[in-house]
């Protein structure tokens, strides 16, 4: 979604802005009509009227541009508003240099209107230190008109059939009182007692020499451990899972570079991702506006099968594939070297960001927690996506290494078909196509909106095709043969799980999008604050976050087919669905925080109506 155009500021000099008018002035109440002060939600359908809810009136919505009172003094700075508080009266508002606090509505005023003049006499600047003094000759601004005009949020969310709008990704709200800020920064309400106040607590210029000690907290620690432990534990992982084992011992590292690098393997990184992003320019497909405001083609699955239609004509050619089981490792090591340098190639050209597309957990100032958040929600680097480019180059590569190692497996055997090979690869073959697929719903994902583009989802994106394959390469090594029978009940439950996704992820989205289009408008959903519907009928009638039972579902059916040999011995192949499982799981109770937050008691009564979380009676 387009980021909002900027506006200019009134000035800030003799002049003083009048003050909105307060959302809780008292109102004559009509005969026979009483007002409830407190926000219901109220369980309807979408087809029905929605019972008329007496609400605080809020002067702005999200996404518009302000000037806000900076906590604690008396000063007003451009702002844009991030979220909208109607039962407390309040907003969320995001500075201009990252930092997000919340306000009292009458602290927050439109930037487009003319300052009048105030006939009071208040403590005053000294001449010198007018602003209007330090701007000679500067224009006068010309009054814009009338205020702009509330929009309804179901109208704001109608899109055109022949073009996708992705949602705009939000900072995640907090609360900060001005004790809060004054303890940060010493701020003074004229600027004749103390140096002029600036809206960024952690560059105060009383302690730039000690800046970056002063900024340091336990954050740091944390990222720095998940960027050590995180390849370490896939380096682990996939030493102690070569050949026929796959047991939970402490590995063997080697101790030679060449046992982990060659030159061949990272150029054939770089060419496949090249490749990659030569397909995407391809005049097929869907157009989308991300985030950060550029037209993207939706042509990822057709690119992808351009991809897989290479490897028949190698056959035929019969050019040698086993250099991707040869080099299996090595190509891994140079993927996480590939994620290093595209999270400081994103650090860097955050520096020209805009401040829509500004990512607050990745600016703090502290170097480490900003290089594993991210800058950046959708940094955009050379005419190229580089979040959007990153999750479907991870689904191609999932797709490629998958058909070539059952190539080569046929080809080993003398051209024997092992059916449990296939099937276990053509399980992760089919998720990835239908990911890019359907990539148009990518931009509603937790990854799209909340994340933002660093080392944590780069280093995920680009360690994710080397998890699953692990499977595929344990099958071939051992050779595991299963009964027709046991082929058949494995892929039930991957069809099952199949279905639960992609139908609960595709009402999802498509109610994201348009709730009153006609594939679910008849849905019945939960009033909610601001405007906003919870869906609570369908798939999400059931659980409250279905596609992730179907997402579990899939990753246990792709390691069944090695359960039978592996049993209890060689652990670590279950490592994908173990990990899945324990993610999810904290991914709920996040998801659940923000929801509550987000919709406020609405969210309350559709977990009374819907109890479960992923499984029914269980989680």
Known sequence: MAPPRKSRSSSRGRTSAKSPKSPNMPKKKSPGRTSSKSSTSVVTSATSTTPFVKENKMDFQEGGKVMARWPGTNLFFRANVTYVREDDNEYDVLYEDGTVYTVKAKDVKSNLAVPKKDSRRSRSRSRGRSPARKNPGRPTRKSTGSPNKTVSPARTRRSSRSAVKAPKPEPAPMRSSARLANAKIELSSDEDDGPKAIPNPSHSKGKKNMGFLFNMDFSWVQSLFFMVLSPLVLIALHLNCQGKSCKLVQPAFPKKLTDYWNLEAFLAVVAFSIIARLLAFIPLGRTVRSASGHNLRLNGFLSMLTILAVVPGLVYRKVDLKF?????????????????????????????????????????????????????????????DLKFQTFRLSMMALAMINVLLVVQSIQDNSGKVNPTVVLAATFQVLYALDKLFFEEYYFFTSDAMNSGYGFSLINSYFSFPFIPTLITRYIIANNIQLLVWQLVAIGFMNALGYVIFRASETQRCEFAKDPNSPTVKHLAYVAANSGRRILCSGWNGLVRYPNYLGELLMQWSWVLPAAKLAGSADLLIYYLPVFTTLMLIFRVAEANTRNRRRYGPGWDTYCQKVSANVIPKVY
């Open 324 to 384: 991707v089981s040869v080099n299996y490792f090595k190509l891994m090591i140079s993927a996480l070297i590939f994620s290093v340098v595209a999270s400081i190639v994103a650090f860097i050209s955050a520096r020209w960001a805009k401040r829509s597309n500004i990512n607050p957990k990745g600016n703090t100032g502290n170097f480490i927690v900003d290089l594993v958040n991210g800058r950046e929600f959708n940094p955009w680097f050379v005419k190229v």
